[in-house]
């Protein structure tokens, strides 16, 4: 099993629609997660930690489930601007400050 | 304003050469990394740093080197040892693992 798996789309949805995605993650002692949101031909950029508890921002809701050890990202009413790959990282829970864990991202493609 | 700061941000290398790219952060972040990533690819880590002094070769260090004299900086060297060199190159600080990571722009590497 991959240490994070995300399915790679791409999801090509509506302006104004509802799209989720999923990651699941290998290591139940993972500790830390995080969606990134990486624009073509950009560097990634922090888009939403993901706390136990669960967390929005704005149009984003970011949840954990940690029995199923995954995690989803949620954007409500899409815009055009939404259009990215989105990544989903894990701190896999080693010792130290090892490195975090990328997905291979999925891609979304709002469409007007 | 802090940030990271990598160059630059084209770079195009005749076969056979090395290359050097560079990045600096001012953050006071302790750690910093470096990944690859090819088109439609995910992020592939090569070396990382915790502190000054000290890097570990991450999935992908073969053909490349690099350094930590200063905590601002940690330079990439791509050697005429790597294959395949040309790629978008990216580096990365964090204070710690949960709290994700910075990104710079990244430098695109061809070889011609």
């Known amino acids: 099993r991959k240490e994070v798996e995300q399915d790679p789309g791409p999801f090509n949805v509506p302006e104004g629609a509802t799209v989720a995605f999923n990651c699941t993650y290998s290591n139940s002692a993972s500790q830390s997660f995080f969606w990134y949101r990486q624009d073509c031909r950009k560097e990634p950029k922090l888009l939403m930690s993901v706390y136990s508890s669960g967390n929005e921002d704005g149009r984003f809701t970011a949840q954990l489930n940690r029995a199923s050890q995954y995690i989803s990202l949620l954007i409500r009413d899409s815009k055009l601007s939404d259009s990215a790959t989105y990544l989903c990282v894990v701190n896999m829970g080693r010792a130290g400050n090892t490195p975090l864990v990328f997905g291979k991202g999925t891609r979304l493609s709002v469409i007007a | 304003d802090g940030g990271i700061t990598q160059s630059p941000k084209y770079l195009f290398r005749k076969e056979g050469q090395n290359v050097t790219l560079s990045c600096e952060q001012n953050l006071n972040h302790d750690a910093m990394y470096w990944y690859r990533q090819d088109p439609g690819q995910g992020l592939r880590l090569i070396y990382y740093s915790q502190i000054v002094n000290d890097f570990q070769k991450g999935d992908i260090a073969e053909g490349y080197s690099v350094s930590r004299e200063k905590k601002e900086s940690f330079p990439l060297t791509v050697t005429s040892a790597q294959k395949n060199p040309t790629a978008f190159y990216l580096c990365?600080?964090?204070?710690?693992?949960?709290?994700?990571?910075?990104f710079g722009s990244g430098t695109r590497l061809t070889v011609v």
């Open positions: 990365a600080s964090s204070i710690a693992r949960t709290y994700g990571y910075t």
